[in-house]
């Protein structure tokens, strides 16, 4: 619009000066002929419209809220859009992602102090918590292990280990870990009078056969649904006298739980309801495992006596027939 204006009105050259002057030369000579008369009119109605064209164009610049210097903003954001979109990204989109995040990392850097106070507070706040939990977990494993300690010893004269000693000893870490503030162990002593020792330690094969019996008994007792149990070889290192009393104690067990038992010693295997060979059996592509149920009378004296002497004599076979008669 300002250039219209400036085409229309300039007085070097403008369009309103110019035909003005073409008007008049034509005026001057239209006397002489009739073309020249119907030119001279046409240009003076040209310079009468070129000055109404001006009027107007003068009269919407006036009202025009225009500022060249906006302009010139306008088009230094554009340009700068364009140079952040050949760096950045290509399009207007993919640019602000970038300066958001750009915001967001600088103002991490600038309130830095404040996010590291917040986090220390949610540190000291999580590890109160943490204290509060472990010190509970703490004080209900010590009842539990107070409790443990006594039924497990209350077993020892059932499993032969009269005079033995159980305890549950807690061991305090140096800082809270995922399993609580200490470490716990089972102690143990054989004879009346020894300090009670960790359990893995100073117990023989029986003797730790023994007290794992002792500890699933006890733990059994504080069921209140019927269990199964599953003894694999807790005969290890026992026999004789021993072996009968751990058998007659896993019997009374199985009167309100479900036990399976993996053994090799008749004084166990005798109080079973129902017995179950394991057998190798070489084949052409390798060994392989049988596993075959004994349902008749005979051939369940006969497999005990066959446990008792390793063959199924007349002695052995009186032994099992007594065995399993109790």
């Known amino acids: 619009l300002s250039a219209a204006h400036e085409a229309l009105t300039n007085d070097e050259g403008g369009a309103v000066e110019s035909l003005g002057a073409a008007s008049a030369a034509l005026a001057a000579v239209a006397q002489f002929d009739a073309t020249l008369r119907t030119l001279a009119e046409r240009a003076a109605l040209l310079q009468s419209d070129s000055i109404e064209l001006a009027a107007g164009a003068s009269r919407a610049l006036e009202g025009a809220d225009f500022d060249p210097g906006e302009l010139d903003a306008i088009n230094a954001r554009l340009d700068a859009i364009d140079r952040l979109k050949r760096r950045y990204g290509s399009d207007v989109g993919t640019v602000q992602a970038y300066a958001d995040e750009a915001r967001r990392i600088v103002d991490r850097y600038e309130n830095r102090d404040r996010a590291i106070a917040l986090h220390r507070e949610e540190l000291a706040t999580g590890q109160r918590e943490v204290e509060a939990a472990a010190n509970e977990l703490t004080a209900i494993r010590k009842r539990a292990g107070s409790e443990l300690a006594a039924r497990v010893q209350s077993q020892f004269d ?13 061991e ?116 392989a495992i049988v596993v075959r149920r004994i349902a008749d009378k005979k051939e369940r004296e006969a497999e005990i006596a066959r446990m008792l002497s390793g063959e199924s004599h007349d002695a052995a076979l009186r032994h099992a027939r007594t065995l399993l008669k109790r």
């Open 158 to 170: 059932e499993v032969a280990l009269t005079g033995g000693r159980f305890d549950v000893a807690f």
């Open 172 to 287: 305090a870490l140096s800082s809270v870990g995922v399993n609580g503030a200490e470490d716990v162990e089972f102690l143990f002593s054989a004879n009346p009078g020894e300090p009670a020792r960790p359990l893995t330690r100073v117990a023989s094969g029986g003797e730790l056969s023994r007290v794992l019996l002792a500890v699933v008994v006890a733990l059994a007792q504080t069921r209140t649904a019927q269990g199964a149990l599953v003894f694999d070889e807790i005969d290890s290192g026992i026999g004789g006298a021993t072996a009968t009393a751990v058998g007659a104690r896993i019997g009374e067990l199985a009167r309100s739980d479900q036990i399976v038992c993996v053994t090799h010693l008749a004084q166990l295997a005798r109080w079973a309801d129902e017995h179950y060979v394991l057998e190798k059996i070489e084949q052409r592509k390798g060994a």
